[in-house]
């Protein structure tokens, strides 16, 4: 199974800082990689597919990159509705493993 | 509109085998590149993926689950329904189903998502 690192486990910051999350895969995976957000007590909710597409309806401040074999969130102007809990899952080989998320706190 | 709706035991013992449903509207399990995926979330820890349902009748497990899993639809209700058997404690927590797409592009995601259901398992 392909196993996913994600860093940091937990962070904390303020409303409008710029906030990155990254993931790592234990093997290739090419372009591969999604990103969800997950609310206590409610579904999660996908915010990008394929590295860098935005799912419909997800805001801009929101985007997806890759540098060598990180894979990164980054968050820009963080909003009061974004503390949450976010996952990146490869999509490369089942089973479709997801990393072991990042809790973003308010600072 | 897509929706999916999680159902079953709240409370089941050990050595006992969990049967959960995913009631869906709003896409066929038919079209292609859709399926049906569970993911569960023990408390306090990390999402999980267990198994898909796939529109060409494709079934995938977690390797390390796959032994306790089976995952079958029943197309007229629209229904995927995910049974694990020999219930331990540490298999408690909010069971999810989710759509999954595989789109044109060989990209699988998860784009919809039940609201999931609460799993204890203690005697």
């Known amino acids: 199974d392909i196993q996913m690192t994600q860093s940091p486990s937990s962070l904390s910051a303020s409303v409008g800082d710029r906030v990155t999350i990254t993931c790592r895969a234990s093997q290739s995976i090419a372009s591969y990689l999604n990103w969800y957000q997950h609310k206590p007590g409610k579904a999660p909710n996908l915010l990008i597919y394929a590295i860098s597409r935005l799912q419909s309806g997800v805001p801009s401040r929101f985007s997806g990159s890759k540098s060598g074999t990180d894979y990164t969130l980054t968050i820009n102007s963080l909003q009061p509705e974004d503390f949450a809990t976010y996952y990146c899952?490869?999509?490369?080989?089942?089973?479709?493993?997801f990393g072991g998320g990042t809790k973003v706190e308010i600072k | 509109q897509i929706t999916l709706i999680e159902s079953g035991p709240t409370l089941v013992k050990p050595t006992q085998t969990l049967t959960l449903t995913c009631t869906f509207s709003?896409?066929?399990?038919?079209?292609?590149?859709?399926?049906v995926a569970w993911i569960r979330q023990p408390p306090g820890k990390a999402l999980e993926w267990l198994a898909i349902f796939y529109w060409d009748e494709d079934k995938q497990y977690s390797t390390s689950l796959k032994n306790r899993l089976s995952i079958t639809k029943d197309t007229s209700r629209n229904q995927v329904v995910l049974t694990m058997t020999n219930m331990d404690p540490v298999d408690s927590g909010t069971y999810f189903c989710?759509?999954?797409?595989?789109?044109?592009?060989?990209?699988?995601?998860?784009?919809?998502w039940g609201q999931g259901t609460l799993v204890t398992v203690s005697s």
């Open positions: 899952q490869q999509s490369f080989s089942t089973p479709l493993t």
């Open positions: 989710a759509h999954s797409l595989h789109d044109a592009a060989d990209y699988r995601y998860l784009d919809y």
């Open positions: 709003g896409f066929s399990l038919s079209d292609s590149g859709v399926g």
